[in-house]
């Protein structure tokens, strides 16, 4: 059974550092071609893409917030983080990770619950 | 980056009735050396994750009821629900993932009449 599972701080302050790991069970992340991404999403709003990592390490990145960003993994503990530096208000949203199977395509199949982290002084 | 553009933002339909939501992209995302469209599209219900309908333009998820369907090529995209169910009420994203960043529509509203 494919799961993943977000965690991490559900506040954090203007300038803060955001981690968030996501958990991930069914799958390894080590199998050819799989990739994993994170995706945010403001309260009534549309999603956004952040990062992604694939199966051999790569990782990519969306430019408009590239500086603030980084994705790693742990293949020993099935755990992808990701770290947003420098939070805003404007930064609050659900935070979702996603992994994409398929060899030839980025679309994801099967993604975390998701986590509202709000930035707020 | 790929702008996808969907309209209509939100739509009422009655129960039974067709729903047709449409997706543009500012650039093809079809690749001629497989010759598929890298577009996906995403059917969302509050306080949900997105879940996957449809891929590679007119590929139905595993599970997804055959009312949905997707079609299009290029840069004009379409899901259809043939016979909408009070169940099919959400918000769709279509989104392409031909380059990174992997971007998304902003989403179209389905409700009932």
């Known amino acids: 059974q494919v799961t993943l599972k977000e965690s991490g701080p559900a506040l954090v302050k203007p300038t803060q550092t955001l981690t968030l790991t996501c958990t991930v069970s069914g799958f390894s992340l080590t199998t050819i071609a799989m990739r994993v991404s994170w995706i945010r999403q403001p309260p009534g709003r549309a999603l956004e893409w952040l990062a992604r990592i694939d199966w051999n390490g790569q990782e990519f990145y969306n430019p408009s917030l590239k500086s603030r960003l980084t994705i790693s993994r742990d293949t020993s503990t099935n755990q992808v983080v990701l770290t947003m530096t420098n939070m805003d208000p404007v930064d609050t949203a659900t935070y979702y990770c996603?992994?994409?199977?398929?060899?030839?395509?980025?679309?994801?199949?099967?993604w975390g619950q998701g986590m509202l982290v709000t930035v707020s002084s | 980056d790929i702008v996808m553009t969907q309209f209509p933002d939100s739509l009422a339909v009655s129960l039974g009735e067709r729903a047709t939501i449409n997706c543009k992209s500012s650039?093809?995302?079809?690749?001629?050396?497989?010759?598929?469209?890298?577009l996906a599209w995403f059917q969302q219900k509050p306080g949900q994750p997105p879940k996957l309908l449809i891929y590679w333009a007119s590929t139905r998820e595993s599970g997804v009821p055959d009312r949905f369907s997707g079609s299009g090529s290029g840069t004009d995209f379409t899901l259809s629900i043939s016979s909408l169910q009070a169940e099919d009420v959400a918000v769709y994203y279509c989104?392409?993932?031909?380059?990174?960043?992997?971007?998304f529509g902003g989403g179209t509203k389905v409700e009932i009449k």
């Open positions: 650039q093809s995302v079809f690749y001629n050396s497989n010759n598929k469209n890298f």
């Open positions: 996603a992994r994409a199977p398929d060899p030839y395509g980025d679309f994801c199949d099967y």
């Open positions: 989104q392409q993932y031909r380059s990174v960043p992997l971007t």
